[in-house]
C-alpha cells in the first residue's frame, strides 16, 4: 500500500482455536512493527452448482495480496462439502507444501537436534480424486503423475535447498514397484539436477527413507525432500513427530506460482476452544516462514527467537500440549517481552 507503506496481507482466521491464535499473531506483529495490514477473509464455503467453492471476496483479496495467513479449518463431517483446504490448494494452484520440523532448543523431547525440510507434491498423485467401482467388490483409484507437476514441484525444491543453503535434494519415491508414476517423478528430477550443479541430486525409496529419518534423523540436515503427494503427507506428519513430538508446534507453507498461503499444520482443536488454552507457536512459526517469503527476514527472525526462546524459557511460559501453565494470553505477552 503505498499510502501507508505497508504490505497487505490476506487472513483467514479459521475455526475453533483460530480466533485465539490469530489475535495472538496480530498482538505480536503489532508489538513488533511489522509493516503489514491484515484484510480479514471469510472463506466459509458455498455451493456452486453441486462443488464447494468460497466466496467471492475472500478469492478477490487472496488473488490482490499474493499472500495469506490462515488459521485452521474444520471439515464437517459427512455435510457433503470437500476439504476447503483442498479448494484452496486448487482454486490457487498451490503445488508445493513445504514443511519443516526442527526441534527446539530447550524444549526436550525423544529426539535432538531434528532439522528436516520436506516438499510435497500438492495437487496430484493419489489425492487426484479419481476413483471408480469397477464391479462389485473391486475398486480403482487411480494415482495420477505428470511431468508437468513433477516439474515445478521439483524445481522449487532445488531453489529452495539453494535458497536455505543446503547442497544436497533427495527425491523419495518408490520407483521399483511403481514404475511408471514414481520412474517419472524420479526420471524429471535427475533431468532437472543437470540445471542445479552446485547441489547434488539422490534417490531414495520410501520405506528405506523411514527407517533411516527414526533412526539418525540429523543425516537429514543439510538436506531438503521432495515427494509425491501421499509419502509427504506421511512423512511430513513422522517429520513433525520427531522434531517437536507433535503437531502444535509445525508451521507450513503452500506455494503456487504466484500466490502463497502459510498455515498452521494441527486442525482447529474444538476440545480446547474458546478456553485461552491453545498453543500459537505454530501459527506464528508459519507467519515467520510468511515474513521469510516476503522478504522481510529481519522481522522473521526477530519474532522467531521471541517465540523460540519463550517456549525454552521454562513450564511456566509454555501452554498445555506442551505440559506448561501458560495460556494463550499469557504466552503472547512473553513472547512480546522478548521481541
Ligand atoms: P486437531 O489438530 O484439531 O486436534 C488434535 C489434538 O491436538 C487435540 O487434542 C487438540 O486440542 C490438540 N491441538 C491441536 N492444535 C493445538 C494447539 N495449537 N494448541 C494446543 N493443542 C492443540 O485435529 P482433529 O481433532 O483431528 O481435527 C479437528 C478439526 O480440524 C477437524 O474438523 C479437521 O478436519 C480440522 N483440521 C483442519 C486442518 C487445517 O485446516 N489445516 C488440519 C487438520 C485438521
Known amino acids: 500500500n503505498p499510502s501507508t507503506g505497508k504490505y497487505t496481507v490476506s487472513f483467514i482466521e479459521g475455526d475453533g482455536i483460530g480466533p485465539e491464535i490469530s489475535k495472538s499473531v496480530k498482538k505480536i506483529f503489532s508489538a513488533a512493527n511489522v509493516p503489514i495490514e491484515w484484510e480479514s477473509c471469510d472463506v466459509s464455503p458455498i ?4 462443488l464447494t467453492t468460497i466466496p467471492d471476496p475472500a478469492v478477490q483479496s487472496i488473488t490482490k495480496n499474493l499472500v495469506a495467513l490462515k488459521g485452521p479449518l474444520a471439515t464437517p463431517i459427512g455435510k457433503g462439502h470437500r476439504s476447503l483446504n483442498l479448494t484452496l490448494r486448487k482454486t490457487f494452484g498451490l503445488f508445493a507444501n513445504v514443511r519443516p520440523a526442527k526441534s527446539i532448543e530447550g524444549f526436550k523431547t525423544t529426539y535432538e537436534n531434528v532439522d528436516l525440510v520436506l516438499i510435497r507434491e500438492n495437487t496430484e498423485g493419489e ?14 483409484s487411480i494415482k495420477l503423475i505428470t511431468r508437468d507437476a513433477s516439474e515445478r514441484v521439483i524445481r522449487y525444491a532445488f531453489e529452495y535447498a539453494r535458497a536455505i543453503g543446503r547442497p544436497r535434494v533427495i527425491v523419495v519415491h518408490k520407483s521399483t514397484i511403481q ?8 526420471n ?7 540445471e542445479y ?8 525409496l520410501i520405506d528405506n527413507s523411514v527407517l533411516k529419518v527414526v533412526t539418525n534423523p540429523s543425516a537429514y540436515t543439510d538436506a531438503v525432500s521432495v515427494c509425491p503427494n501421499l509419502y509427504g503427507d506421511i512423512l511430513s506428519d513422522l517429520n513433525s513427530g520427531l522434531s517437536a513430538g507433535s503437531l502444535g508446534l509445525t ?12 498455515e498452521a499444520v494441527h486442525g482447529s482443536a474444538p476440545d480446547i476452544a474458546g478456553q485461552d488454552k491453545a498453543n500459537p507457536t505454530a501459527l506464528l512459526l508459519s507467519s515467520v516462514m510468511m515474513l521469510n517469503h516476503m522478504g522481510l527476514t529481519n522481522h522473521a527472525d526477530q519474532i522467531q527467537n521471541a517465540v523460540l526462546s519463550t517456549i525454552a524459557s521454562g513450564p511456566e511460559n509454555r501452554t498445555g500440549d ?10 503472547t505477552e512473553a513472547v512480546i517481552k522478548r521481541l
Open 47 to 50: 455451493f456452486v452448482n453441486g
Open 127 to 140: 489425492y487426484s480424486g479419481i476413483e471408480h467401482i469397477v464391479c462389485p467388490g473391486v475398486v480403482q
Open 179 to 186: 514404475r511408471l508414476a514414481d520412474g517419472l517423478f524420479v
Open 188 to 194: 524429471v528430477a535427475k533431468e532437472l539436477s543437470k
Open 197 to 204: 550443479p552446485d547441489l547434488t541430486l539422490e534417490t531414495e
Open 251 to 262: 508451521p507450513s507453507a503452500n506455494i503456487g506460482h504466484k500466490i502463497s498461503i502459510f
Open 322 to 331: 506442551l505440559a506448561g501453565t501458560a495460556t494463550t494470553s499469557s504466552f
